[in-house]
């Protein structure tokens, strides 16, 4: 009975201490994005660690290229940052979050990576100061370069009725949601505008800007223009034409009907004028 007691409370404690064992050291990085050179990048960054969860001031985070953990990207410690990188690195992620995400800034043509995220962790016992690190080598961040940004999509509501609004939508995917595209429209004004910027996959935003006006005759025929202009000063534009259909009123009704009714009664005057003096001429 006593070996059964035994076995139950081992059983019980392994199972509570299970979950921390199984900890490891882990993180999750987007390993390829398409980045415009001369705009920013950001790179989605998350990463967990085995222990208890420490605060940021208890945590380093350092960007460093490929396997070679000496050429750092990114450091709290600017001077151990390569000079080809300095004041272009930003951490946006919350380290005591478990958020990595690195901000790449001014994106230079070899700005290519791989890219590796580096967590060091202060730890303290009996008043002694430890630091834990690990390198996520085999979990990279890849850049490919582009040289110009992506035109704009334009997408219209139905149809343009003479009169009623009606909305037009210009948008761009990006890499860089701390700096988003910036629009403008061939006519209208601001007060027309809208913003929405939303993520659609990791790594990759879109912005929205949507225009509603109420078009007139006048615009039938005529063409609407949407330009975005991307962080680094690359802009891209893209045209649509603009087809209004017009709404008949009452006065292109009103207006032939009284013609013709006015027509008819001055015929049928005529008519009656003419038979009378027929009439006259044979009784003398």
Not at 206 to 222: G, L, R, Y
Not at 227 to 236: D, E, Q, S, Y
Request: proline residues 5%; glycine residues 6%.
């Amino acid at each position: 009975m006593e070996k059964v007691r035994r076995l139950i409370f081992i059983l019980l404690l392994v199972g509570i201490c299970s979950p921390a064992l199984g900890e490891k050291w882990t993180a999750s990085v987007v390993k390829s994005l398409e980045a415009v050179v001369g705009s920013c990048v950001v790179l989605p960054c998350s990463f967990n660690y085995p222990g208890t969860l420490l605060p940021t001031s208890r945590l380093r985070g350092i960007w460093h290229l490929s396997k070679e953990d000496t050429k750092i990207v990114y450091s709290e410690d600017n001077t151990k940052v390569l000079d080809s990188f300095k004041g272009r690195t930003n951490m946006l992620g919350k380290l005591g979050d478990k958020n990595c995400t690195l901000e790449i800034t001014d994106v230079k043509d070899h700005d290519n990576g791989p890219f590796c995220f580096r967590i060091e962790l202060v730890k303290t016992h009996d008043n002694k100061e430890t630091t834990e690190k690990y390198s996520f080598v085999d979990e990279c961040a890849e850049l490919k370069m582009q040289r110009d940004p992506p035109e704009p999509e334009l997408f219209q509501s139905n149809t343009a009725v003479q009169g009623k609004p009606y909305a037009v939508t210009c948008s761009v995917r990006h890499t860089c949601p701390s700096h988003v595209p910036v629009f403008t429209w061939s006519r209208g004004s601001k007060d027309d505008v809208i913003h929405i910027q939303k993520p659609v996959l990791s790594g990759i935003w879109e912005t929205q800007s949507i225009m509603v006006f109420i078009p007139e005759e006048k615009d039938d025929h005529t063409q609407i223009t949407c330009t975005a202009a991307f962080n680094g000063g690359k802009v891209k534009s893209r045209s649509i034409q603009l087809n209004v259909k017009r709404i008949g009123n009452i006065y292109h009704i009103i207006i032939p009907v009284a013609v013709a009714i006015g027509t008819a009664v001055i015929f049928g005057v005529i008519c009656i004028a003419v038979m009378k003096k027929y009439k006259l001429s044979r009784m003398s």
